[in-house]
């Protein structure tokens, strides 16, 4: 081999050695940013991919389904006889063949027809209300959970603050005791306030996972694990007056409609029961034929319920009816009930977080850091240290339940009145 050919090979197995390592370098630079979603993206997202919210769409397509079988007609039913004709006096009657066709078209009563298509229309109303509810209540669950990771979030900074705190006067003392200005007593005691703020702070951040967790199996597995939210505790909350929320909830909860679809059912069914006691006619024709005849024949087929006109089903019917109307005066009032308590719960959290940003917040943080810069000059003790120190954290663990729980509150109303984001997919 020529010393030229052995450079061209060497210079080519240099450069794919720069141009791998290049790739080497550029590659571990590209970093895909986790997914940032706010809280109408997390709840469209769990709509879309919840096999629940599939379920009930699938139940509102088979009541649509019903309510094509119930505009279908009767079929006729077709017979066709036939067969050999054998005379018994062979000289006289030659052996030839015989056939008959028979058709019957049963007549449907008209009064049965028009109610079995307004049960089934009824029901495809009823099925709709009942998917509306899987989806309030998966929408209203989807957006607690977000706000509660957010707050298992906000906990497990805090306990990761306090930690950092508690080590740095941990080394402090430790010092102290080394030169000797301060007796060893307080190093235990420091020690244990340490491991006990290490303790919280890996229980928070478990807390903070299993939130996590709960939103990825609510989604379906749709959200990545290291999705992000873009949603914070501090977010306002906007809601109507109660006056108009107690009329809103009245005609917009699917609760409420799907029992007043089922009452308009059962009506329906009382009626479609009632008009089958009405004597159905079938029309019959029938074509005979043999050697010496062609015969055409109709007529009609009535059938009258004498023996049995159906009072059990229309009993039952009727209780049926009895028992949806029951239900819906009960659930009219349980969901009013439910809105009341829903709407103290808001008032009460609201109260508490502007409790909470009043100053009682602001106080608890100054009287800590006085503590803490008065221990640092020897002015205090680590009791004093220690004891502002879990008050501050008691109040700021209290602040975030606090907005954490108007966030549930609101979170309740807009499940009662269906308020929430409709997914991208079509039904």
Do not use: C
């Amino acid at each position: 081999m020529s010393s030229r050919r052995r450079g061209l090979l060497g210079l080519a197995f240099v450069s794919q050695l720069t141009l791998a390592s290049a790739e080497e370098i550029v590659a571990p630079s590209i970093n895909v940013a986790p997914p940032v979603l706010s809280i109408e993206a997390l709840q469209r997202l769990g709509l879309e991919a919840n096999g629940l919210v599939k379920a009930a769409r699938s139940q509102v397509g088979m009541a649509e389904s019903g309510v094509i079988s119930a505009e279908a007609y009767p079929n006729p039913q077709v017979s066709a006889i036939g067969g050999p004709q054998k005379p018994r006096i062979e000289a006289a009657n030659p052996a030839n063949s015989t056939r008959e066709i028979g058709v019957v078209q049963p007549i449907e009563n008209p009064f049965m027809r028009s109610a079995r298509i307004g049960a089934a229309s009824a029901g495809v109303d009823a099925s709709r209300a009942s998917l509306n509810q899987v989806r309030a209540d998966l929408a209203a669950q989807l957006r607690v959970r977000a706000f509660e990771l957010l707050q298992r979030k906000e906990i497990a900074r805090i306990e990761s603050e306090v930690f950092d705190l508690m080590d740095d006067v941990r080394r402090r003392i430790k010092l102290a005791v080394e030169v000797g200005e301060t007796a060893r007593f307080e190093l235990i005691r420091t020690d244990a306030e340490v491991l006990n703020a290490a303790a919280r702070k890996e229980a928070a951040q478990l807390n903070a996972q299993r939130a996590r967790i709960v939103l990825i199996q609510l989604t379906a597995g749709a959200l990545k694990p290291d999705f992000e939210l873009s949603a914070t505790l501090q977010d306002p909350v906007q809601l109507p007056a109660l006056e108009v929320l107690r009329e809103e909830v009245t005609s917009v909860n699917p609760e409420i409609l799907r029992l007043q679809a089922e009452q308009e059912r059962t009506r329906l069914r009382i009626s479609q029961e009632r008009a089958s006691v009405i004597p159905s006619v079938d029309v019959l024709f029938a074509n005979y034929q043999d050697a010496q005849y062609n015969e055409n024949r109709g007529g009609l087929r009535v059938t009258v319920p004498l023996l049995y006109q159906r009072k059990g089903e229309i009993n039952a019917a009727i209780f049926d009816a009895a028992r949806v109307r029951e239900t819906l005066e009960y659930r009219l009032f349980e969901i009013g009930q439910l809105l009341e308590s829903a709407w103290q719960a808001y008032q009460i959290a609201q109260r508490r977080v502007e409790m909470f940003e009043g100053g009682i917040l602001k106080e608890a943080e100054l009287a800590f850091q006085v503590a803490r810069t008065a221990h640092r000059f020897g002015e205090r003790g680590l009791i004093e240290v220690l004891d502002s120190q879990r008050i501050l954290r008691g109040i700021l663990v209290d602040s975030l339940l606090a907005r954490f729980e108007l966030q549930s509150a609101a979170a309740e109303i807009d499940r009662l009145r269906a308020y929430y984001p409709k997914e991208q997919t079509t039904e």
